[in-house]
């Protein structure tokens, strides 16, 4: 292993520095501060705008509406961001990408406040107020953004990984796939001997004698390191030096966890907010108010539909499934037919694809905008499923990649949804590696879930129907 040089002792500002480099491989972090910095300055944006309008001389007007309109917008802001996309790790290496998201948002967000304001104040609120408001959200949500790609992407993150080759591997793969440029240096620890030197050139040109904080940033660990290892690194944790456990620090960087490595004790560690009797009973009661106001708003569209598929193929209009639900119990999942009747003539289970020759023409546009899968919200009043969990499979799919995949049947550990955070966060699923990494995805969410995840997964399931995106 080779110890590349430093150049001097850690500076005063190393705290500050450290949450910069944290933020820039942590996507939960980056949407935390990024979620409070649009809250902040969409709520600058909008009291401007109150103060610049011109009822701002009626003291009685604005001290009615003006703090309704200011609260209002920024809440819709924060909502029309995650809509966009604007919380995408990927939009900081983009400048332009950015600038045009954060107008976007502006936009809708002003649509949104207009709604909210006269439901709440039977008026809508002045057009300079809306135009100041929109202008100068959309300039400080791009501003934020410009700054922070200059102090995210100014330094390299260092990582000192101790652990086994396969979970360096696990990491490495994590970074490139997001061409994130990181500088990680894999030591296996039962070879490791730290020293107290403060000399750095010597502690550098020894092999396997060095100071982690004069190596990296950050310090990874897995189970099984020798006690001096573990003596050293709690004396560099008491000094301020981050050290992290794998699981923990994959989970926190990548937002999904690595199924490889989990094990009974990571099982007994999953208490997510929704896990509780209190939980269960809200999320409930989300799934009945949330598939009851769709399918009311949905039976007009329905009407529509309905003759257009029966007038596309044979075969009946509704489509129904056997699929696993939650403790792997089987139920119907109802779905609009999109493929071409007999899509499975032998009667084998076959991975649907994006460009799978048996959608019909209308089932891919369908498809394409999930309206194929609205009938589930009868299976989630039912409660067979909820709004958000894992998608559910099919039992002959599942046995089968079960045999490849280790804990592929953790995911019926809780009801499966209509969308949810893996079907966000990654492709089409066409196999078992597909599945694989899905189901790091669902995991993350079986131990994560809660009301405002949930929440979050909704906003940006409509902004990918929006865009698209299956």
């Known amino acids: 292993m080779a110890i590349p040089k430093v150049n001097g ?12 480099t944290d933020f820039s491989l942590s996507r939960k972090l980056q949407l935390e501060i990024f979620l409070s910095l649009d809250a902040l300055t969409s709520l600058m944006a909008a009291s401007l705008a109150t103060s610049l309008s011109p009822y701002a001389t009626d003291p009685i007007n604005l001290e009615k509406n003006g703090l309704g309109f200011t609260i209002l917008f920024a809440v819709s802001f924060v909502c029309a961001a995650i809509t966009t996309g604007l919380y995408d790790v990927k939009r900081l290496r983009i400048v332009s990408e950015a600038i045009v998201r954060s107008v976007l948002s502006a936009f809708l967000a002003c ?23 929109a202008v100068f959200s959309a300039m400080l949500a791009a501003s934020t953004r410009a700054i922070s790609r200059g102090l995210l992407l100014a330094r390299d993150h260092k990582i000192l990984f101790l652990g086994r080759e396969s979970s360096r591997e696990l990491l490495m793969s994590e970074i490139k796939k997001r061409k994130i440029s990181q500088d990680v240096v894999f030591a296996k620890p039962h070879q490791l001997v730290f020293c107290e030197s403060q000399d750095l050139d ?8 060095f100071r982690p904080c004069a190596l990296a940033d950050v310090v990874v660990i897995e189970s099984g390191c020798p006690l001096a290892v573990l003596e050293c690194l709690v004396k560099c944790s008491a000094c301020g ?19 490889e490595r989990i094990d009974c004790e990571w099982l007994l560690s999953r208490k997510s907010h929704m896990s509780s009797p209190a939980g269960r009973a809200i999320k409930r009661g989300m799934d009945v108010a949330i598939s009851s106001a769709a399918i009311m708003l949905l039976l007009p569209i329905w009407a529509i539909v309905v003759p257009l598929l029966k007038l596309a193929g044979d075969g009946s209009v509704i489509y129904k499934q056997e699929r696993l639900g939650r403790g792997g119990k089987p139920f119907l999942l109802m779905k609009f037919r999109t493929m071409v009747a007999n899509a499975e003539s032998d009667g084998r289970p076959v991975w649907a694809s ?3 020759p048996r959608v019909t023409r209308i089932g891919r546009f369908l498809r394409k905008t999930r309206f194929d899968e609205t009938p589930q919200f009868i299976n989630v009043l039912l409660g067979e499923m909820s709004v958000i969990g894992p998608r559910p499979e099919r039992p002959d799919l599942a046995r089968r990649v079960g045999k ?3 804990g592929f049947n953790l995911r019926t550990v809780v009801k499966p949804g209509i969308t949810g955070w893996a079907q966000l966060m990654y492709r089409y699923g066409a196999d078992t590696r597909d599945a694989s990494e899905k189901l790091r995805y669902d995991l993350y969410y079986i131990k994560n879930a809660s009301v405002l995840f949930d929440l979050r997964i909704l906003v940006a399931t409509v902004g990918a129907i929006g865009r698209g995106a299956r």
């Open 241 to 259: 030096m981050p050290v992290i456990d794998f699981l923990r620090y994959y989970e926190e960087a990548f937002e999904k966890i690595p199924h």
């Open 111 to 133: 649509m949104i406040a207009v709604c909210a304001y006269y439901l709440f104040f039977f008026t809508i609120p002045g057009r300079y107020e809306i135009l100041i408001a």
């Open 202 to 209: 010597a502690v550098s040109n020894s092999m396997n004698c």
């Open 354 to 356: 994006e460009s799978d």
């Open 404 to 406: 490849h995949v280790p």
């Open 9 to 20: 002792p850690r500076s005063p500002l190393y705290s500050l520095r450290q949450v910069v």
